[in-house]
């Protein structure tokens, strides 16, 4: 693969340097389906050129964490899980709470949406439910990524980076005639080391192609293809034991590896006629991956799994709109359709100190010695889980936007309806024997089969007025409604068949436990739609170099939806809807760009609280809601010193996020913590050398919390990194 | 003619009456029969006797009814005893009585949890089958233990 990136990076074009964003018009283009330019929505904006996504070091989503006021993903693990947290909404498994698109094409699958990219021009945030036009797992924000486009006036372009870590960064993109083209590929031999096995345990090899035809092939007709393709093999998870106040190494002994293909091909056709736009958008995404993961995270054979599955997916949106674009009214109706497909194998395979540990110690216990006790002589105790998840989604969708001279007020409403079913086919085999009285292993075979689906409709109204109230000065306020899709828990299926098959034992041998072992049922693993309603009010400012914008807001969620560990020596995990939530918050952007000159604070206060919740067991009414950053702040500033005809830039930032509470409790606590990063780059008429560093700090932050078998495990910060790099234009 | 009638039904009943009478002596009703019982269990435990209600029991004949096993389904020997028990007490003489059957066995080992379990030998079993009735008294090794219950 390297060699295959050496020769393209050798015998290709590339783009040039701040090119992508130099042609850009006043009023900013993006992807997004707004009726309205950028400047004229109400609602929270984030938008991130290419010259500031390049001088921030920013080449996957995970790093706009912070840089976006209010969104973290925290960076660790492999690219499957892309945890997103953003206005107190969030969690770490299942449904996103964030939209993501790339050049319109919705991204269904979560599990593709860290990705590194080359031949981005821009980044638009749209922060709060944007449920109207964009449907299920909005509720947090939309994220739109604009790719490089044929239409472009941007120079062949190739990157060069290497750092510590041996970490190699190639990309190259270019323009031939209607097509563009973007490819990148990163190596790293990884960052922390399994102590146990004496090497690193996260590796990454990733590529990722991305190419763009596009073509007016009638004077009213547009068309556009854009095909995305990620490839990555991974290490496992750097997780270290948290004992006794102290962070252990990462240290565990059983396989961790993920390995993805993503593919996503998308479709555009755009008419333009005298009354009626249509756009037609549709796509075909494919995921094929495989994480193979200790499970127990330690020196000892407990148990391990495999998630390999492989979605097929398809969408369809049709939208129509006013062409008149003066008009003071501009309807927007559209219909949006998807079904999804995920074929999902996920074996827990029980081994010996599994068996001994959760099977053997926990069944004997409530044995009397004098009767006897279990024995199971297998070495490993497979317990395998099928599924076939089917999903699918219609919706109908208006907004109107009144332009009233200098009032802009846009109302929509958009009904879904989302259906899904789960078929799940799970078995558990073991060989166990009761001594003394036993003299011979019996088999004990439990399957465990069924189909478990769901159905919800959703109305998501939407109301906001936009005052303009200078040609600097903008001032909105919104409410609107976001909903996260619910599903299907297939990660505690393990659960429920390792309890199943101690009952079914318990009975193939006569005896009763006066306490079951219990579990949740398939019936139980359905957890439903979150609903968010947002009331919110902001401020934007545009006036020469400087640009700045402010937003307070008030989110009250129901349903909220929670990953919950089963208490005791559960082996699984799922995710609950754990009752209401609400969250108050502010989000302050500012930038000044005078001439040489560059500065950037993105800022976020986040209260994010349970209102009502009670697992079971205690009340957690009133706690802050784990996992979600109190403030999010990021600083840059940076100044480009002329050097005869070329340029030395020097760029320094400060990101950091937190306090953050790592449980429902409330008790464990992660402070906030900042990390400095700088750029130095001496720029010249086709190429340019830079010195990057991230984390120069050396801040070993505490970044993730997990949690296993009754074991604690914390994945901390990247260690400081130096690259070193190169940039061509041709 | 009324009287004739009269008189051959009164004989027809007679007769069929006399016909069942012979047929409850020769296999009386849910005797040699396979049948499940519930009723109550005592355990005279060395910290006192106590009852379980609802204890289903199974008498399980043989091929020729001479002999029986009994499943006694979830029962403590302890109040305190954290697990109870599917217990098979195998090897049962049967007695064919006029009115049902005499069960008797001794150092009979039971089967429990898969296999057989010494400890809980059986010794002194007598019991009865009267009709619809079960009753039986044993020493679960040093545990006495009675049952009765009615055929379900």
Same mark, same amino acid.
């Given at each position: 693969?390297?060699?295959?990136?050496?020769?393209?990076?050798?015998?290709?074009?590339?783009?040039?340097?701040?090119?992508?964003? /130099?042609?850009?018009?006043?009023?900013?283009?993006?992807?997004?389906?707004?009726?309205?330019?950028?400047?004229?929505?109400?609602?929270?904006?984030?938008?991130?050129?290419?010259?500031?996504?390049?001088?921030? %070091?920013?080449?996957?989503?995970?790093?706009?964490?912070?840089?976006?006021?209010?969104?973290?993903?925290?960076?660790?693990?492999?690219?499957?899980?892309?945890?997103?947290?953003?206005?107190?909404?969030?969690?770490?498994?299942?449904?996103?709470?964030?939209?993501?698109?790339?050049?319109?094409?919705?991204?269904?699958?979560?599990?593709?949406?860290?990705?590194?990219?080359?031949?981005?021009?821009?980044?638009?945030?749209?922060?709060?439910?944007?449920?109207?036009?964009?449907?299920?797992?909005?509720?947090?924000?939309?994220?739109?990524?604009?790719?490089?486009?044929?239409?472009?006036?941007?120079?062949?372009?190739?990157?060069?980076?290497?750092?510590?870590?041996?970490?190699?960064?190639?990309?190259?993109?270019?323009?031939?005639?209607?097509?563009?083209?973007?490819?990148?590929?990163?190596?790293?031999?990884?960052?922390?080391?399994?102590?146990?096995?004496?090497?690193?345990?996260?590796?990454?090899?990733?590529?990722?192609?991305?190419?763009?035809?596009?073509?007016?092939?009638?004077?009213?007709?547009?068309?556009?293809?854009?095909?995305?393709?990620?490839?990555?093999?991974?290490?496992?998870?750097?997780?270290?034991?948290?004992?006794?106040?102290?962070?252990?190494?990462?240290?565990?002994?059983?396989?961790?590896?993920?390995?993805?293909?993503?593919?996503?091909?998308?479709?555009?056709?755009?008419?333009?006629?005298?009354?009626?736009?249509?756009?037609?958008?549709?796509?075909?995404?494919?995921?094929?991956?495989?994480?193979?993961?200790? =499970?127990?995270? &330690?020196?000892?054979?407990?148990?391990?799994? =495999?998630?390999?599955?492989?979605?097929?997916?398809?969408?369809?949106?049709?939208?129509?709109?006013?062409?008149?674009?003066?008009?003071?009214?501009?309807?927007?109706?559209?219909?949006?359709?998807?079904?999804?497909?995920?074929?999902?194998?996920?074996?827990?395979?029980?081994?010996?100190?599994?068996?001994?540990?959760?099977?053997?110690?926990?069944?004997?216990?409530?044995?009397?010695?004098?009767?006897?006790?279990?024995?199971?002589?297998?070495?490993?105790?497979?317990?395998?889980?099928?599924?076939?998840?089917?999903?699918?989604?219609?919706?109908?969708?208006?907004?109107?936007?009144?332009?009233?001279?200098?009032?802009?007020?846009?109302? %929509?409403?958009?009904?879904?309806?989302?259906?899904?079913?789960?078929?799940?086919?799970?078995?558990?085999?073991?060989?166990?024997?009761?001594?003394?009285?036993?003299?011979?292993?019996?088999?004990?075979?439990?399957?465990?089969?069924? &189909?478990?689906?769901?159905?919800?409709?959703?109305?998501?109204?939407?109301?906001?007025?936009?005052?303009?109230?200078?040609?600097?000065?903008?001032?909105?306020?919104?409410?609107?409604? %976001?909903?996260?899709?619910?599903?299907?828990?297939? =990660?505690?299926?393990?659960?429920?068949?390792?309890?199943?098959?101690?009952?079914?034992?318990?009975?193939?041998?006569?005896?009763?436990?006066?306490?079951?072992?219990?579990?949740?049922?398939?019936?139980?693993?359905?957890?439903?739609?979150?609903?968010?309603?947002?009331?919110?009010?902001?401020?934007?400012?545009?006036?020469?170099?400087?640009?700045?914008?402010?937003?307070?807001?008030?989110?009250?969620?129901?349903?909220?939806?929670?990953?919950?560990?089963?208490?005791?020596?559960?082996?699984?995990?799922?995710?609950?809807?754990?009752?209401?939530?609400?969250?108050?918050?502010?989000?302050?952007?500012?930038?000044?760009?005078?001439?040489?000159?560059?500065?950037?604070?993105?800022?976020?206060?986040?209260?994010?609280?349970?209102?009502?919740?009670?697992?079971?067991?205690?009340?957690?009414?009133?706690?802050?809601?784990?996992?979600?950053?109190?403030?999010?702040? /990021?600083?840059?500033?940076?100044?480009?010193?002329?050097?005869?005809?070329?340029?030395?830039?020097?760029?320094?930032?400060?990101?950091?996020?937190?306090?953050?509470?790592?449980?429902?409790?409330?008790?464990? =606590?992660?402070?906030?913590?900042?990390?400095?990063?700088?750029?130095?780059?001496?720029?010249?008429?086709?190429?340019?050398?830079?010195?990057?560093?991230?984390?120069?700090?050396?801040?070993?932050?505490?970044?993730?919390?997990?949690?296993?078998? %009754?074991?604690?495990?914390?994945?901390?910060?990247?260690?400081?990194?130096?690259?070193?790099?190169?940039?061509?234009?041709? | 003619?009324?009287?004739?009638?009269?008189?051959?039904?009164?004989?027809?009943?007679?007769?069929?009456?006399?016909?069942?009478?012979?047929?409850?002596?020769?296999?009386?009703?849910?005797?040699?029969?396979?049948?499940?019982?519930?009723?109550?269990?005592?355990?005279?435990?060395?910290?006192?006797?106590? #009852?379980?209600?609802?204890?289903?029991?199974?008498?399980?004949?043989?091929?020729?009814?001479?002999?029986?096993?009994?499943?006694?389904?979830?029962?403590?020997?302890?109040?305190?005893?954290?697990?109870?028990?599917?217990?098979?007490?195998?090897?049962?003489?049967?007695?064919?009585?006029?009115?049902?059957?005499?069960?008797?066995?001794?150092?009979?080992?039971? !089967?429990?949890?898969?296999?057989?379990?010494?400890?809980?030998?059986?010794?002194?079993?007598?019991?009865?089958?009267? #009709?619809?009735?079960?009753?039986?008294? !044993?020493?679960?090794?040093?545990?006495?233990?009675?049952?009765?219950?009615?055929?379900?």
């Amino acid at each position: 693969m390297k060699a295959l990136v050496l020769i393209s990076i050798l015998t290709t074009v590339s783009p040039s340097n701040d090119t992508l964003t /130099q042609y850009l018009p006043d009023v900013t283009i993006t992807a997004l389906k707004e009726s309205v330019a950028v400047e004229d929505l109400a609602s929270a904006v984030s938008d991130i050129s290419y010259p500031e996504l390049k001088r921030n %070091g920013i080449f996957r989503p995970n790093l706009l964490s912070s840089v976006v006021p209010g969104l973290h993903i925290p960076d660790y693990g492999a690219s499957l899980t892309s945890t997103i947290y953003l206005r107190g909404l969030g969690s770490r498994m299942e449904n996103p709470v964030m939209g993501l698109y790339i050049d319109g094409i919705p991204v269904l699958d979560k599990n593709t949406y860290d990705f590194d990219w080359q031949g981005i021009s821009r980044v638009t945030m749209l922060r709060g439910p944007q449920g109207t036009l964009y449907g299920r797992n909005s509720m947090g924000g939309v994220l739109s990524l604009s790719t490089l486009s044929p239409t472009d006036d941007a120079r062949p372009q190739i990157n060069l980076e290497y750092g510590n870590a041996n970490t190699v960064r190639v990309g190259a993109s270019f323009i031939v005639g209607n097509n563009s083209l973007s490819a990148t590929y990163r190596h790293t031999d990884g960052y922390f080391t399994n102590t146990y096995k004496n090497e690193l345990c996260d590796p990454y090899d990733g590529f990722a192609l991305r190419w763009k035809w596009q073509k007016h092939t009638h004077e009213n007709i547009c068309m556009s293809n854009i095909l995305s393709v990620n490839v990555s093999k991974e290490g496992g998870f750097a997780y270290g034991l948290w004992r006794n106040d102290t962070l252990k190494s990462v240290s565990y002994n059983d396989e961790g590896s993920y390995h993805r293909l993503s593919v996503i091909e998308g479709f555009k056709w755009h008419y333009c006629g005298q009354a009626v736009k249509t756009d037609v958008v549709t796509s075909l995404q494919l995921l094929s991956d495989d994480m193979r993961m200790d =499970q127990d995270y &330690t020196e000892k054979s407990v148990f391990t799994l =495999q998630q390999k599955q492989l979605s097929g997916a398809g969408t369809l949106e049709l939208t129509f709109r006013r062409t008149d674009e003066n008009a003071v009214c501009k309807p927007q109706t559209g219909l949006f359709s998807f079904y999804k497909r995920n074929s999902l194998y996920a074996p827990v395979l029980f081994k010996r100190d599994g068996i001994e540990t959760l099977i053997l110690n926990n069944a004997n216990s409530h044995i009397p010695t004098d009767i006897g006790y279990l024995t199971i002589s297998d070495v490993t105790m497979p317990v395998n889980s099928d599924f076939i998840i089917d999903t699918w989604n219609t919706a109908l969708f208006h907004e109107s936007v009144f332009d009233l001279d200098r009032w802009l007020i846009t109302a %929509g409403i958009r009904m879904d309806y989302e259906g899904g079913s789960m078929d799940y086919d799970c078995m558990a085999l073991m060989h166990y024997r009761f001594e003394p009285i036993m003299t011979q292993d019996k088999e004990l075979a439990v399957p465990y089969i069924g &189909t478990v689906s769901h159905h919800h409709i959703e109305l998501i109204p939407k109301l906001s007025v936009l005052f303009k109230a200078t040609d600097a000065v903008t001032l909105y306020t919104t409410i609107s409604k %976001g909903y996260r899709a619910g599903g299907f828990n297939t =990660q505690i299926f393990s659960d429920i068949l390792q309890n199943l098959t101690m009952n079914t034992m318990m009975q193939d041998l006569g005896v009763y436990l006066d306490r079951q072992f219990v579990s949740v049922s398939a019936d139980n693993t359905e957890y439903d739609p979150e609903y968010a309603w947002n009331l919110e009010i902001g401020t934007r400012l545009h006036k020469g170099t400087l640009s700045a914008g402010a937003s307070a807001y008030y989110m009250n969620v129901r349903n909220q939806q929670l990953t919950v560990f089963p208490p005791g020596m559960s082996t699984g995990r799922m995710m609950t809807n754990a009752g209401r939530s609400r969250s108050i918050g502010m989000e302050t952007e500012l930038s000044w760009n005078p001439e040489r000159f560059r500065s950037h604070i993105s800022f976020s206060w986040c209260d994010a609280r349970f209102v009502s919740y009670n697992d079971g067991n205690n009340d957690y009414s009133g706690n802050p809601l784990p996992y979600v950053p109190k403030h999010t702040l /990021q600083v840059s500033s940076g100044y480009s010193f002329r050097i005869n005809n070329n340029t030395l830039d020097i760029d320094a930032s400060l990101n950091g996020a937190g306090p953050f509470n790592w449980d429902e409790t409330g008790t464990r =606590q992660e402070p906030f913590r900042i990390k400095a990063g700088c750029r130095i780059a001496l720029v010249f008429k086709d190429w340019e050398i830079y010195v990057r560093g991230d984390n120069l700090t050396g801040t070993q932050g505490r970044t993730f919390y997990f949690k296993s078998v %009754g074991n604690e495990f914390f994945a901390t910060d990247k260690p400081r990194m130096i690259m070193i790099g190169t940039t061509f234009n041709l | 003619m009324k009287k004739t009638i009269y008189l051959l039904l009164a004989f027809a009943v007679v007769l069929a009456g006399c016909d069942k009478s012979e047929k409850e002596n020769e296999e009386p009703v849910n005797v040699l029969k396979s049948t499940d019982y519930s009723g109550t269990l005592t355990v005279n435990a060395s910290s006192g006797a106590f #009852d379980t209600e609802n204890v289903k029991v199974s008498y399980i004949a043989t091929e020729k009814a001479d002999s029986a096993s009994i499943i006694m389904y979830q029962v403590k020997f302890s109040p305190r005893m954290p697990v109870s028990l599917d217990v098979t007490v195998p090897g049962i003489v049967v007695k064919k009585t006029a009115k049902g059957a005499i069960l008797t066995c001794d150092s009979i080992v039971p !089967l429990a949890m898969g296999g057989e379990f010494p400890n809980y030998t059986v010794k002194g079993f007598e019991g009865e089958i009267i #009709d619809d009735d079960l009753t039986f008294s !044993l020493n679960f090794g040093s545990t006495p233990t009675s049952y009765q219950g009615k055929a379900q």
